[in-house]
């Protein structure tokens, strides 16, 4: 598992939508229990999620690279076109729906390993 140290740093935040269970602020996303803006985990890439990582509804256009999640990925209702930066492997469920692009099964096993099921369009 990669460890990486953050020094403060200061982003102008991407307009984002608070996470749906409002345990979040606006524009940062929560991850193992540490929020983090979409900026440094694109700064960290490859990095390992032990839980499930939320990013629903965040008009996203590319996904954060991220190695793998152990539990559940949800990039609904985004406007994604392309699953890159997907995660390598993902441990739980697979959610895809509503974005600019209808992804298929297809689409998503050709990025990414999923134990759990796969929702699309």
Do not use: H
């Not at 740093?9 to 749906?20: A, E, M, N, Q, R």
């Not at 985004?78 to 974005?99: A, I, Q, R, W």
């Amino acid at each position: 598992m990669k460890v990486v140290k953050i020094k403060s740093v200061k982003f102008k935040l991407p307009k984002l939508k608070l996470k749906t269970d409002g345990t979040s602020k606006i524009g940062l996303i929560d991850i193992d229990g540490k929020e983090y803006t979409y900026e440094e985990i694109e700064k960290m890439r490859g990095i390992v999620v032990k839980g499930d990582l939320d990013l629903p509804s965040m008009g996203l256009t590319k996904l954060p690279k991220i190695k793998s999640i152990g539990g559940d990925f949800d990039c609904n209702s985004n406007k994604l076109t392309s699953l890159e930066g997907s995660p390598k492997s993902v441990g739980g469920d697979f959610y895809c729906t509503g974005n600019k692009k209808k992804f298929t099964r297809k689409d998503v096993k050709a990025v990414c390993k999923v134990k759990g099921k796969i929702f699309v369009n």
